[in-house]
């Protein structure tokens, strides 16, 4: 049986090192023996990603592209797939490097993959690639009230950061195997920087001066506050509290350019904007300022009044890009790898930069980020700090002002063709699955390909993000859900001439074809990254790419409609983002024991898709599938 994410707390150093990346900021010293040590002994500890043989990926590939393609295509495909894997053909030679590479690097795809989904991809970050998280409404209403839990939070978060630093944080483990734990040394002190063909990454929690500040965004203005006293304790609640109120009454007026838009542009015109602007001395110390922080707290500004369902709705778009240039989006650097978000009427999430990592790490520190605040209880006095916080200055010129501008309208054009709906499922959640011995998530993904089913009468490709963090910096492959068994499933689900014992024997199997998929890829046997470090290959020694990689067949199956993820966590919230192609769904979700939450995007210009009419079709879908095996008493058995 697979769980998931069963966080163990062992301590680095004892049976099982946690810790992936020296860490060069301790709060405790350490001698750099011991934590060499522990790098080391993880390190050894987590096997390599493997790399899959050729003919299975084949083969497999065929089986994935039966239900989303045309007989003919498929018959066409078949014959150049039989030409690639032929011996001594492009396939038999790109397998060899493939493998070498794989015998003389770390892992052989993770630098591959970090490059080609994330810092070449040119759209902006924001919607395109940064999810965000709607964390529950807060108890606070006002101002004050979001001072203090802000004050809480990042006391919360430098808790975690501690965990980081003193190597002490829980070893997550995936079906009893310990799990990479790089990835959560990668999410503080970094931030993205803009290039003019491909972006970088910086990260200074490694670097000898390792930070001590955050950014504070307020007003669209930004503000270093040191999280640290002189003597290197951390500030207490009670001195964070201060500060922001000091930041909160020196930002009162929206009186300065809103730099932080510029972030939402495609990457390329921010690219330009960036090399112009930091020519100037004190933009590019400002700007150093915000990439080397530890995190981003922005304390966003009122947003629409709604209520309900629609407050969750609105809480996602406010963490995935801030609701347009005349609410928060340029309250943001959407560069930076953290951002926590607090608004003043209790809304409260994040939004992050994928590059670093996936969801499970940031939701990880976030659960335990909720935790913390609600054990912390605030001083009755508040306590003065040595130092106040430092407004950061811009100096803008008129080129930059109109590239503010230009970023404010196409940050508009993009809010306003989002469309979010963050629903909750609340009939049932993983317990009913379970009863009928059933893998709750691939229940969820044949109920997502059911909807799609009844929406639009075939299947689509489909993406479900695994996780390959048992191997040594694993990030991600792909789960395709639609298969074989789940496309027979839902043609036949609506049919009332069928029987209803048929229907749960293709239900059982369409399941059951999830759940070896997903096995598959979680122990590196999935064919996408495979598939793509072949074609990597080919372009890095500059022959020509093989026909399988320029085939009708191979671009239909990376016309993802569907792109979903699974993210769950302790506390009762839900992370989102936006579809990845323009007649797509972005569907992430979140299932706890008795309800889920769901997360689902599409793009309002696109006329066939529709956010709310999927989202209401899931709900009709996973409750008829617990009606037919409520109904049906094999299912019991
Ligand atoms: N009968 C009864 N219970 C079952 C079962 C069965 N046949 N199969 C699974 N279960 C139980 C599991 O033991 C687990 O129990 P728990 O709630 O006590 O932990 C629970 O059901 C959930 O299992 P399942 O629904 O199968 O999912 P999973 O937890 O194994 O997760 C993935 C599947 C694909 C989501 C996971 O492997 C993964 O890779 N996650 C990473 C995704 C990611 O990185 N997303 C972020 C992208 S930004």
């Excluded at 928060?328 to 992050?352: H, M, P, V």
């Excluded at 298969?483 to 029987?499: M, T, Y």
């Excluded at 979680?522 to 080919?538: E, T």
Aim: proline share 5%; glycine share 6%; with cysteine.
């Amino acid at each position: 049986m697979w769980g998931i994410w069963s966080r163990t707390v062992v301590k680095v150093g004892m049976a099982k090192p946690c810790s992936f990346v020296k860490p060069c900021h301790l709060v405790k010293p350490v001698s750099a023996t011991r934590i060499s040590g522990r790098y080391l002994t993880h390190q050894k500890g987590l096997p390599s990603l493997p790399v899959p043989p050729l003919q299975q990926t084949c083969e497999r590939y065929i089986a994935a592209l039966e239900p989303i393609v045309e007989t003919e295509e498929l018959k066409y495909t078949k014959k150049l797939v039989d030409e690639f894997q032929k011996a001594g053909g492009d396939g038999e030679r790109l397998q060899r490097a493939l493998e070498k590479r794989a015998s003389n690097t770390e892992n052989w795809l993770s630098d591959w993959w970090v490059q080609v989904a994330y810092l070449d991809y040119r759209l902006p970050v924001v919607v395109h690639s940064s999810p965000g998280l709607v964390l529950p409404r807060m108890n606070f209403t006002d101002k004050q009230g979001q001072i203090r839990f802000a004050a809480k939070l990042i006391a919360g978060v430098l808790d975690f950061k501690m965990m980081i630093d003193n190597e002490t944080l829980p070893v997550e483990f995936m079906g009893g195997k310990p799990l990479c734990m790089n990835q959560y040394y990668q999410v503080l002190s970094s931030c993205r920087i803009p290039g003019l063909k491909r972006d970088s990454i910086v990260n200074h929690s490694r670097s000898s001066s390792s930070p001590k500040h955050i950014t504070v965004v307020h007003n669209c203005q930004f503000f270093v506050l040191d999280v640290y006293n002189s003597d290197g304790t951390l500030l207490s609640v009670d001195q964070l509290c201060v500060q922001l109120e000091h930041i909160c009454n020196s930002s009162q007026q929206n009186n300065s350019e809103p730099v932080g838009i510029l972030t939402t542009s495609d990457r390329d015109t921010w690219g330009r904007t960036y090399q112009s602007l930091i020519k100037d001395k004190i933009n590019k110390d400002s700007v150093s300022a915000i990439q080397r922080s530890i995190f981003t707290l922005c304390l966003d500004g009122a947003m629409p009044q709604v209520s309900g369902d629609v407050h969750r709705s609105r809480s996602a778009v406010q963490m995935l890009h801030g609701g347009g240039s005349q609410w928060n989006s340029a309250n943001r650097w959407f560069d930076k790898t953290l951002q926590f978000i607090i608004g003043e009427d209790g809304t409260c999430g994040a939004n992050y930069e994928h590059a670093p990592a996936e969801g499970p790490p940031i939701v990880a520190l976030i659960d335990h980020v909720v935790e913390y605040t609600r054990r912390i209880e605030l001083g009755k006095t508040p306590v003065k700090s040595s130092s106040m916080p430092q407004k950061l200055h811009f100096k803008i010129t008129p080129e930059i002002k109109r590239d503010i501008e230009e970023a404010k309208h196409k940050m508009d054009i993009l809010a306003q063709d989002l469309d979010m709906r963050v629903v909750v499922f609340e009939e049932f959640g993983k317990n009913v699955p379970k009863t009928y011995k059933m893998s709750p998530d691939a229940f969820i993904q044949v109920a997502l390909q059911l909807a799609f089913y009844r929406m639009y009468q075939h299947s689509c490709a489909t993406y479900e993000s695994a996780s390959l963090r048992m191997f040594r910096l694993g990030r991600t492959d792909t789960i395709r859900s639609a298969s074989r068994a789940s496309g027979e499933f839902v043609k036949v689900f609506d049919n009332p001439s069928k029987q209803n014992t048929e229907k749960v024997e293709l239900l059982e199997k369409a399941v059951q074809a999830h759940r070896w998929y997903t096995n598959m890829a979680i122990s590196g046997q999935a064919i996408d990254r495979h598939l793509l470090g072949l074609k990597m290959l080919a372009l890095e020694q500059q022959i020509t790419v093989p026909p399988i990689f320029t085939d009708k067949s191979y671009s239909k199956a990376l016309h993802y409609r569907l792109s979903t993820s699974q993210v769950p966590s302790k506390t009762d919230c839900v992370m989102c983002f936006g579809p990845v192609v323009t007649n797509g769904y972005g569907v992430c979700y979140n299932p706890m024991d008795d309800h889920i939450n769901f997360a689902v995007s599409s793009f309002n210009t696109c006329k066939e898709t529709d956010a709310a009419a999927f989202a209401q079709t899931v709900k009709g879908a996973l409750l008829d599938m617990r009606t037919l095996l409520e109904e049906t008493p094999k299912a019991r058995l």
